[in-house]
T-cell receptor, first 112, second 112 residues
């Protein structure tokens, strides 16, 4: 079945720096990889996703990269701002499975 | 369009009590799911449904029941509450299994 490991568990950066969060998985049949952001006390919200037929996707300051051979995908945030402070979750879904499995989350703190 | 509506927002139970967490969506989504969120453990899938009359177990189904009699509603029942079920519960829905999940606002449950 699906399994996803997320690192690091906490990440502190200065405003303007870049932040990278990485997730690794074991099931080669995984084909959908979304990232969710959860601000304190709020619900998780999708910020970007990628499918297995694409290696990279960008949306302004956010990008996701996928390495299917090595079975890992990463979230990249450039020019970080204090409002980027939140918990970020990676997730994945495998072909034939209806369920979305989440990583354990990364708490990102951006200091002014 | 209210999105995904969860009730109640907060609940305190005594060990052994039963209760139902309500979840309703007005987006005509086929896929609905329940997650629990615990510190350091991310979002873990309890049960999910791919349509009315169809439900299946997630990663942590023990102690919970679900049913899906209509497309709109997906209640989660705690049969006999235990302190280990103290958590924040999120209901989520999507149009299909590879579309983004919309989360409810969450229910904070404490079992004493």
């Amino acid at each position: 079945g699906e399994n996803v490991e997320q690192h690091p568990s906490t990440l502190s950066v200065q405003e303007g720096d870049s932040a990278v969060i990485k997730c690794t998985y074991s099931d080669s049949a995984s084909n959908y990889f979304p990232w969710y952001k959860q601000e304190l006390g709020k619900r998780p919200q999708l910020i970007i996703d990628i499918r297995s037929n694409v290696g990279e996707k960008k949306d302004q300051r956010i990008a996701v990269t996928l390495n299917k051979t090595a079975k890992h995908f990463s979230l990249h945030i450039t020019e970080t701002q204090p409002e980027d402070s939140a918990v970020y979750f990676c997730a994945l879904r495998s072909t034939g499975f209806q369920k979305l499995v989440f990583g354990t989350g990364t708490r990102l703190l951006v200091s002014p | 369009n209210a999105g995904v509506t969860q009730t109640p927002k907060f609940q305190v139970l005594k060990t052994g009590q039963s209760m139902t967490l309500q979840c309703a969506q007005d987006m005509n989504h086929e896929y609905m799911s329940w997650y629990r969120q615990d510190p350091g453990m991310g979002l873990r899938l309890i049960h999910y449904s791919v349509g009315a009359g169809i439900t299946d177990q997630g990663e942590v189904p023990n102690g919970y029941n679900v049913s899906r009699s209509t497309t709109e509603d997906f209640p989660l029942r705690l049969l006999s509450a235990a302190p280990s079920q103290t958590s924040v519960y999120f209901c989520a829905s999507s149009y299909s299994r590879e579309e983004k999940l919309f989360f409810g606002s969450g229910t904070q449950l404490s079992v004493l």
